[in-house]
């Protein structure tokens, strides 16, 4: 079975710094693009930022400047770099992963991880 685990949520002040982690883990034979969503309350999920197997990256308009993807394919892991955060970046951050596995290649989502910002 694949895993995605996620890790370095947590309460911070306006205008601090948080990085993300996502690890996966199980029987993965190739991790293609990755990404990183958020839900805040009463909200649909967005997509934040998505970084392809080669690197490219894109990023929500309203992180842009601020948050910064990256992965290390050796460690299978996807960081979010998250500077300057404001109050409406408050929401449980979310990785997903589209990975070829047994049977087939599919997306895998974590457990999400909360991300507070206080004033």
């Known amino acids: 079975q694949v895993q995605l685990v996620e890790s370095g949520g947590g309460l911070v002040q306006a205008g601090g710094s948080l990085r993300l982690s996502c690890a996966a883990s199980?029987?993965?034979?190739?991790?293609?693009?990755m990404g990183w969503y958020r839900q805040a309350p009463g909200k649909q999920r967005e997509l934040v930022a998505h970084?392809?197997?080669?690197?490219?990256?894109n990023y929500a308009d309203s992180v842009k400047g601020r948050f910064t993807i990256s992965r290390d394919s050796a460690k299978n892991t996807v960081y979010l770099q998250m500077n300057s955060l404001k109050l409406e970046d408050t929401a449980v951050y979310y990785c997903?992963?589209?990975?070829?596995?047994?049977?087939?290649?599919?997306?895998?989502w974590g457990q999400g991880t909360q991300v507070t910002v206080s004033s």
């Open positions: 997903n992963a589209d990975i070829t596995t047994i049977p087939d290649q599919r997306p895998f």
């Open positions: 199980g029987i993965i034979f190739s991790i293609n693009a």
């Open positions: 970084i392809t197997r080669a690197g490219s990256t």
